[in-house]
């Protein structure tokens, strides 16, 4: 009985965390707490999708702005073809997965470090590609312009809540059934050494393109939430370093290759987000000194440290054992 | 119907402004050569090679090619600090783990950059800024020239560094293997510090020529970053030949895109290249 409770008690505080998280904006909380839950959700679920490519998949993608400006675009495009950006929302996450799909043969090719820096230059090309491309609205919209997203009437600040609500629950879900599941231990196989893995039987080529397909899909519709919110999409933003920024940032301050990292380092960064606003250029100054003394001190991350002093017994035993160099800075 | 003639300027253009793009992305490649890590920040760090060009002109009165006397020194000191005090220790713990520092010293850099010189687009005006040569028909800035005559004898030293003298072969067998070399009785931290002092170096350089080429901002740091991947994997990572080449590919592809396709069609060409290159010679063309 003790054990049954133990094993669903994750479950269960995250159903109960998901009902009072949804009911929240009916209880008349002030909009601006909404507003950074919204983001909270958000950035969640994109960094939940990186914590799964480059923490268990061992897939650096520098790429999480490609399928998020991808998929804002579809999703804007649609409503102007007089599609409900309900359906956009989903389709531009089907288009960010069978992008994702497309370009994996290539990418695939390079290992490491060759992938890591292909699929950052994937997005500055499909920024170009944007910049060019006007496929609906004539010569005075697209392009460099960008396009508003059409036929928001009626659509509150709450509905988009929900969605990011359920898309940010939804990549913890979908990160958990991974982990759980074969697939996920032919990953944790690949990440530690892909020739033995392959040679076990595990269709290496196929596993990555799940999870690259999975996170492309997830990440896709969060980005095409965020520009249901904002309401206006153009090239430079939509494709910005910044989404692969806020993703990575989450990740690495919470814990990579960590379940419970993203939801910690997301948590760190909203609020370094809506704290550090007003400062300007000296907010992402300092998320940068923040990402260095992280990566320097606890490479880890903050999950990884808890878990360190879980094991050791204590903060005390932790630093005693580190001193003796006993604990070495472990591989991230 | 298009003549040569028409070509003859896109072209010339196109292998001057390669020669901008080999300094730039030399300095990549020698860090990714020699230690394995991708430095995010060397955009960010010619762009501040750059900004240090601007105040030494518009404060000082200073040519900026000048100022590399001062610049050059500057950078190699704070390359050696960089790397002893931030990147070592990550660079000993993954190969990710200094990715994402330098990344984080990209955003220290951009951003400390906005502070101080504010996001205002700057350029260098000299007294041969404007001034230009005319050979046939064609029009060449000299700023181009300059760049290009900078390209070549920046290639040139360092490979006669890394080629005649003892540390230039250190670095080049500890770039081939670590270990052996440390056998051989080659320190590889001191080694990887001068590597990427050296990187550094270039980076203000490069930060020269292309203030002298094209306005910056503290955020253009990053299209010439991406701009010296491209250069770097059409040429082959660590390949100090390939990336020279590289750069003059980037440059031509780019020139002729924009003369065939327009403005935007200008970076489109050569980065689908890059990405054909990647999917059909993932090592690059000149790459081992």
Same mark, same amino acid.
């Given at each position: 009985?003790?054990?049954?409770?133990?094993?669903?008690?994750?479950?269960?505080?995250?159903?109960?965390?998901?009902?009072?998280?949804?009911?929240?904006?009916?209880?008349?909380?002030?909009?601006?707490?909404?507003?950074?839950?919204?983001? %909270?959700? *958000?950035? !969640? +679920? &994109?960094?939940?999708?990186?914590?799964?490519? /480059?923490?268990?998949? @061992?897939?650096?993608?520098?790429?999480?702005?490609?399928?998020?400006?991808?998929?804002?675009?579809?999703?804007?495009?649609?409503?102007?073809?007089?599609?409900?950006?309900?359906?956009?929302?989903?389709?531009?996450?089907?288009?960010?997965?069978?992008?994702?799909?497309?370009?994996?043969?290539?990418?695939?090719?390079?290992?490491?470090?060759?992938?890591?820096?292909?699929?950052?230059?994937?997005?500055?090309?499909?920024?170009?590609?944007?910049?060019?491309?006007?496929?609906?609205?004539?010569?005075?919209?697209?392009?460099?312009?960008?396009?508003?997203?059409?036929?928001?009437?009626?659509?509150?600040?709450?509905?988009?809540?929900?969605?990011?609500?359920?898309?940010?629950?939804?990549?913890?879900?979908?990160?958990?059934?991974?982990?759980?599941?074969? %697939?996920? *231990?032919? !990953? +944790? &196989?690949?990440?530690?050494?892909?020739?033995? /893995?392959?040679?076990? @039987?595990?269709?290496?080529?196929?596993?990555?393109?799940?999870?690259?397909?999975?996170?492309?899909?997830?990440?896709?519709?969060?980005?095409?939430?965020?520009?249901?919110?904002?309401?206006?999409?153009?090239?430079?933003?939509?494709?910005?370093?910044?989404?692969?920024?806020?993703?990575?940032?989450?990740?690495?301050?919470?814990?990579?290759?960590?379940?419970?990292?993203?939801?910690?380092?997301?948590?760190?960064?909203?609020?370094?987000?809506?704290?550090?606003?007003?400062?300007?250029?000296?907010?992402?100054?300092?998320?940068?000194?923040?990402?260095?003394?992280?990566?320097?001190?606890?490479?880890?991350?903050?999950?990884?440290?808890?878990?360190?002093?879980?094991?050791?017994?204590?903060?005390?035993?932790?630093?005693?054992?580190?001193?003796?160099?006993?604990?070495?800075?472990?591989?991230? | 119907?298009?003549?040569?003639?028409?070509?003859?300027?896109?072209?010339?253009?196109?292998?001057?402004?390669?020669?901008?793009?080999?300094?730039?992305?030399?300095g990549l490649s020698l860090v990714f050569g020699v230690m394995k890590v991708i430095n995010v920040a060397h955009g960010d760090l010619v762009i501040l090679g750059s900004y240090l060009a601007f105040v030494a002109s518009t404060s000082w009165g200073l040519d900026p090619i000048l100022s590399l006397v001062v610049g050059i020194p500057l950078f190699f000191i704070m390359g050696i600090f960089i790397e002893k005090f931030l990147l070592h220790r990550a660079f000993r713990m993954s190969v990710d783990a200094a990715l994402i520092v330098t990344f984080g010293i990209s955003l220290i850099i951009q951003n400390g950059a906005q502070l101080v010189w504010t996001p205002l687009s700057r350029g260098l005006m000299t007294s041969y800024t404007l001034e230009s040569l005319k050979i046939g028909d064609v029009y060449l800035p000299l700023v181009y020239l300059v760049d290009f005559v900078m390209a070549v004898v920046v290639v040139l030293a360092v490979h006669q560094f890394l080629k005649r003298?003892?540390?230039?072969?250190?670095?080049?067998?500890?770039?081939?293997?670590?270990?052996?070399?440390?056998?051989?009785?080659?320190?590889?931290?001191?080694?990887?510090?001068?590597?990427?002092?050296?990187?550094?170096?270039?980076?203000?350089?490069?930060?020269?020529?292309?203030?002298?080429?094209?306005?910056?901002?503290?955020?253009?740091?990053?299209?010439?970053?991406?701009?010296?991947?491209?250069?770097?994997?059409?040429?082959?990572?660590?390949?100090?030949?390939?990336?020279?080449?590289?750069?003059?590919?980037?440059?031509?592809?780019?020139?002729?895109?924009?003369?065939?396709?327009?403005?935007?069609?200008?970076?489109?060409?050569?980065?689908?290249?890059?990405?054909?290159?990647?999917?059909?010679?993932?090592?690059?063309?000149?790459?081992?």
């Amino acid at each position: 009985m003790q054990t049954t409770v133990r094993r669903y008690m994750p479950l269960i505080s995250l159903g109960a965390a998901t009902v009072v998280l949804a009911v929240l904006p009916k209880t008349g909380v002030p909009q601006a707490w909404l507003l950074y839950l919204f983001y %909270f959700f *958000l950035f !969640l +679920a &994109a960094a939940n999708m990186w914590n799964l490519l /480059a923490g268990y998949s @061992g897939l650096l993608a520098l790429c999480p702005a490609a399928f998020i400006g991808l998929a804002g675009y579809t999703m804007t495009i649609l409503t102007w073809l007089d599609i409900p950006f309900y359906v956009g929302i989903i389709a531009g996450g089907a288009a960010a997965a069978l992008f994702a799909a497309i370009i994996s043969p290539s990418v695939f090719r390079m290992k490491g470090v060759y992938f890591a820096i292909g699929t950052l230059v994937v997005p500055e090309i499909l920024r170009l590609v944007f910049l060019r491309w006007r496929p609906v609205g004539g010569e005075l919209h697209g392009g460099g312009a960008g396009y508003m997203v059409k036929g928001m009437s009626g659509v509150t600040a709450e509905h988009r809540y929900w969605l990011a609500l359920a898309i940010g629950v939804a990549s913890i879900i979908v990160i958990g059934i991974i982990l759980r599941s074969k %697939f996920g *231990l032919g !990953l +944790a &196989a690949i990440r530690d050494n892909d020739a033995t /893995a392959a040679s076990a @039987g595990i269709d290496v080529f196929r596993l990555k393109l799940y999870s690259f397909v999975i996170g492309a899909f997830v990440t896709g519709i969060a980005g095409a939430i965020f520009y249901s919110h904002q309401g206006y999409i153009e090239p430079s933003a939509g494709f910005h370093i910044k989404w692969l920024m806020t993703a990575l940032l989450a990740t690495v301050i919470g814990g990579k290759g960590i379940e419970g990292g993203p939801l910690v380092g997301t948590i760190i960064v909203v609020i370094l987000h809506f704290q550090l606003a007003r400062y300007g250029e000296l907010s992402l100054l300092i998320q940068g000194i923040i990402l260095v003394i992280m990566m320097l001190a606890a490479p880890q991350g903050i999950m990884g440290l808890v878990r360190d002093v879980r094991k050791t017994g204590g903060v005390r035993a932790l630093l005693r054992s580190v001193s003796r160099g006993r604990i070495k800075a472990r591989q991230v | 119907m298009e003549s040569l003639a028409d070509l003859a300027s896109p072209i010339t253009i196109g292998v001057l402004l390669g020669g901008l793009y080999v300094v730039i992305a030399l300095g990549l490649s020698l860090v990714f050569g020699v230690m394995k890590v991708i430095n995010v920040a060397h955009g960010d760090l010619v762009i501040l090679g750059s900004y240090l060009a601007f105040v030494a002109s518009t404060s000082w009165g200073l040519d900026p090619i000048l100022s590399l006397v001062v610049g050059i020194p500057l950078f190699f000191i704070m390359g050696i600090f960089i790397e002893k005090f931030l990147l070592h220790r990550a660079f000993r713990m993954s190969v990710d783990a200094a990715l994402i520092v330098t990344f984080g010293i990209s955003l220290i850099i951009q951003n400390g950059a906005q502070l101080v010189w504010t996001p205002l687009s700057r350029g260098l005006m000299t007294s041969y800024t404007l001034e230009s040569l005319k050979i046939g028909d064609v029009y060449l800035p000299l700023v181009y020239l300059v760049d290009f005559v900078m390209a070549v004898v920046v290639v040139l030293a360092v490979h006669q560094f890394l080629k005649r003298t003892y540390l230039g072969q250190a670095i080049t067998a500890a770039s081939q293997d670590s270990q052996t070399a440390e056998l051989m009785g080659i320190n590889p931290a001191r080694v990887y510090q001068i590597a990427f002092g050296i990187a550094m170096a270039l980076a203000a350089i490069a930060g020269v020529s292309l203030a002298l080429t094209f306005p910056f901002t503290p955020k253009s740091g990053v299209p010439f970053l991406i701009i010296a991947f491209g250069v770097i994997i059409l040429g082959g990572l660590g390949s100090m030949v390939g990336t020279f080449i590289g750069g003059m590919i980037f440059g031509l592809s780019q020139t002729l895109g924009g003369h065939f396709w327009g403005p935007t069609g200008q970076l489109l060409v050569p980065f689908v290249m890059v990405l054909v290159v990647l999917t059909i010679r993932p090592q690059g063309l000149f790459g081992r």
